[in-house]
């Protein structure tokens, strides 16, 4: 039997799925996914597959995956997802489907405690802050018996934690093959364990990376498949152009130098000025984060993460242009002197040697910022705590064509993805997610990928929107561009989550939104105990979503969670305890962003119009993601608010309106305030949201 008549047969009213699972439902989208995505593991080629929450789309594609028998690769773009494919979905389906398949998980270097580096965490001097002490004596009493080394197994450790730089290891400082506890280093078993195994979950960064690592001639880290599945792929293109441009920051010197500090002390004291040398480097690097000033700052984007600087000419924009070469000279040369005195004695242990070849990786990528950028290119200073340097290219098209979608014989690599010769058909490409677009072709996506010849389906989502949720735009509110529209959003939460008691969640476009709105609800409910306010960046993300999912039990207060960036998609609350989702404004590109203006530049060039093709598509995609937070199960009432009449009174906005899911619409205050009073009686059998 053909693997395409295998596939539906598993979601068949009668099939594998139901006989496992009394909960099961057919659905006619997910079976027409799974058909589409065995076609293409069958026949080879590329599927773009957009399927609306509630599809069930992690089955329909691991379904055909394993029936298949051939080695898949799952990408995803949180640590998130593949934590639950792994220790959930691939056990599950593999033992419902009775195949012996083995699986392995592989994430980036950041999430494997690295052995050597913990021996030498205490010689840092952040080792001596009593908080550090306590957390690295946790992680030091895991370390000695952790199978994996995966620092997802430490609960509570805070992903900001200063502790975890120091414990684990990056492309640059690895010592490799010659590091003492490399037999038992854990991501070399992981990269083991995948290259046995049948499916690889990895995310998008290591993919990336990989293909970044591959052509500077590092050891291949991924192993060679012919099926690769990309899961959440909305999120590859702003991925790949981290990796598949240049970058260097203070921060990346400030790390050389502490590590050369540790190093030259331990292994060749009164062999040079370890200190005055590690100084040097790190004074050099403070002076150029210090050369961009705050004249500088004002003229900067707010972007989450700090401020982007424009980068046209030879020196960056508001930057003094004999500051900016004094201080690149500067930390050039010191470079230069480090570099002479670990050559001198780099053979006496791998840490000297592993910090020579740093420090010219450094250099050189230094370097590569004092000539022009490339072609179609874009570069800019991310200004914020540390200082990076960014040169990228617009989108991954490119690459995507040449370097990874490519067969072997089309690559200048000749080596990026070695065929798999059992296999009669060409390699396999499946890319899905909830949201790729706005139009039937899918053009956001696959024009920014380089996949316009790709095979496209759209799936739509089995929930009843008219039924589960309404919209309502709020026409009273300022326009968005008048100052007291993030203090009238504010108000107008306030005076609309209590009767909820809370389950709300306000959505920000920026991060000056984020703490206006956030700040306003505070001082309304403070020391009230009525609702208790979360805002993002307070604490860690797993910690917010999981006190706002408790919402009001146990005897505490309900949750009102304001939030940005990452908590537009992949916050998954189902139920009650999230019922009134509230996006402030609509999320076109900030204008002042380098990449987003390079991008607007390279439409205008050739003649196309810039708003029509570029910020309305990436707008709605972007709504249509933060819609997507408020109806994840078939029991699921809410309602959606948008903060900005622009979406009623503009001729656009109908354009926006059509991305988002068929929602009833509320016309009036009286209308929304009965639909609001409707959700607060409790129903488990009627979804209606009158």
Same mark, same amino acid.
């Given at each position: +039997?053909?693997?395409?008549?295998?596939?539906?047969?598993?979601?068949?009213?009668?099939?594998?799925?139901?006989?496992?699972?009394?909960?099961?439902?057919?659905?006619?989208?997910?079976? $027409?996914?799974?058909?589409?995505?065995? $076609?293409?593991?069958?026949?080879g080629g590329a599927l773009v597959v957009e399927a609306g929450t509630g599809v069930g789309k992690t089955y329909a594609y691991l379904v055909p995956a394993l029936l298949s028998g051939e080695r898949v690769l799952l990408s995803t773009a949180t640590k998130a997802l593949q934590d639950q494919l792994f220790a959930r979905d691939l056990p599950r389906l593999a033992q419902i489907l009775g195949l012996p398949v083995r699986m392995a998980l592989l994430k980036g270097r950041a999430s494997y405690l690295c052995l050597y580096r913990v021996e030498q965490a205490r010689q840092d001097a952040q080792a001596l802050d009593l908080g550090v002490a306590r957390v690295l004596a946790k992680v030091e009493d895991w370390s000695h018996h952790t199978v994996s080394g995966d620092l997802a197994e430490l609960t509570g450790l805070d992903e900001r934690s200063p502790v975890i730089p120091l414990v684990t290891s990056t492309r640059e400082n690895c010592l490799g093959s010659p590091c003492p506890r490399f037999r038992e280093c854990h991501v070399h078993r992981a990269r083991r364990e995948a290259l046995a195994a049948d499916i690889v979950v990895i995310n998008h960064h290591l993919f990336f990376a990989d293909v970044a690592v591959r052509e500077s001639? +590092?050891?291949?880290?991924?192993?060679?498949?012919?099926?690769? %599945?990309?899961?959440?792929?909305? $999120?590859?293109?702003?991925?790949g152009v981290q990796f598949l441009g240049t970058q260097v920051s203070t921060g990346q010197w400030m790390d050389f130098a502490r590590d050369l500090l540790i190093a030259g002390l331990q292994h060749a004291r009164g062999l040079a000025d370890w200190t005055g040398l590690a100084q040097l480097v790190e004074l050099s690097a403070r002076d150029l984060r210090l050369a961009v000033g705050a004249t500088a700052l004002m003229g900067g984007s707010g972007v989450s993460g700090g401020s982007r600087l424009r980068w046209t000419d030879e020196t960056p924009e508001g930057v003094s242009g004999a500051a900016w070469q004094a201080a690149l000279r500067s930390l050039a040369s010191a470079c230069t002197q480090t570099l002479e005195a670990l050559d001198a004695v780099s053979e006496i242990a791998p840490d000297l040697e592993r910090l020579y070849e740093r420090g010219s990786a450094l250099l050189a990528r230094l370097a590569r910022f004092s000539g022009p950028c490339q072609a179609d290119g874009v570069r800019w200073l991310d200004v914020g705590t540390q200082l990076r340097l960014i040169e990228s290219p617009l989108d991954i098209a490119d690459a995507m064509r040449t370097r990874i979608l490519a067969s072997p014989a089309e690559t200048s690599q000749g080596d990026a993805w070695p065929e798999d010769t059992s296999a009669s058909a060409g390699r396999a490409w499946i890319f899905t997610s909830a949201t790729l677009g706005d139009d039937e072709a899918l053009t956001w996506f696959t024009e920014r990928t380089g996949l316009q010849d790709a095979r496209t389906l759209r799936v739509a989502s089995p929930f009843d929107y008219a039924r589960q949720a309404a919209l309502y735009v709020p026409r009273q509110l300022p326009s968005p561009v008048d100052p007291s529209h993030s203090r009238a959003v504010a108000d107008w939460v306030a005076s609309t989550a209590e009767p909820l008691e809370g389950r709300t969640l306000v959505l920000t476009t920026t991060l000056k939104a984020l703490r206006s709105i956030g700040d306003a609800l505070k001082a309304r409910w403070q020391g009230s105990g009525t609702l208790e306010?979360?805002?993002?960046?307070?604490?860690?993300?797993?910690?917010?979503?999981?006190?706002?999912?408790?919402?009001?039990?146990?005897?505490?207060?309900?949750?009102?969670? %304001? *939030?940005?960036?990452?908590?537009?998609?992949?916050?998954? %609350?189902?139920?009650?305890?999230? $019922?009134? %989702?509230?996006?402030?404004?609509? #999320?076109?590109?900030?204008?002042?962003?380098?990449?987003?203006?390079?991008?607007?530049?390279?439409?205008?060039?050739?003649?196309?119009?810039?708003?029509?093709? =570029?910020?309305?598509?990436?707008?709605?995609?972007?709504?249509?993601?933060?819609?997507?937070?408020?109806?994840?199960?078939?029991?699921?009432?809410?309602?959606?608010?948008?903060?900005?009449?622009?979406?009623?009174?503009?001729? =656009?906005?109908?354009?926006?309106?059509?991305?988002?899911?068929?929602?009833?619409?509320?016309?009036?205050?009286?209308?929304?305030? *009965?639909?609001?009073?409707?959700?607060?009686? #409790?129903?488990?059998?009627? #979804?209606?949201?009158?």
């Open positions: +039997m053909s693997l395409m008549a295998m596939a539906p047969e598993v979601f068949a009213p009668d099939g594998v799925l139901a006989r496992a699972d009394g909960h099961f439902q057919p659905r006619d989208g997910q079976t $027409q996914m799974a058909v589409a995505v065995a $076609q293409t593991i069958a026949e001639g +590092m050891a291949e880290l991924l192993p060679t498949v012919r099926v690769v %599945v990309f899961d959440e792929a909305h $999120q590859i293109n702003e991925t306010v979360l805002v993002q960046g307070e604490w860690p993300k797993r910690r917010l979503m999981e006190r706002f999912r408790e919402g009001a039990s146990h005897g505490r207060p309900g949750c009102v969670l %304001v *939030a940005s960036a990452s908590f537009w998609e992949g916050f998954d %609350v189902p139920g009650d305890a999230l $019922q009134l %989702v509230v996006i402030d404004k609509l #999320p076109f590109p900030p204008p002042g962003d380098p990449l987003v203006e390079a991008r607007t530049q390279r439409i205008e060039r050739a003649g196309g119009k810039a708003f029509k093709s =570029y910020a309305l598509p990436e707008a709605a995609v972007a709504l249509k993601q933060g819609a997507g937070r408020l109806i994840r199960h078939e029991t699921d009432r809410g309602i959606l608010v948008v903060g900005d009449t622009r979406l009623v009174t503009m001729g =656009y906005g109908k354009r926006l309106l059509a991305a988002l899911p068929p929602m009833r619409r509320l016309e009036s205050p009286e209308e929304f305030e *009965a639909a609001l009073l409707a959700l607060t009686r #409790p129903s488990t059998t009627d #979804p209606t949201c009158p």
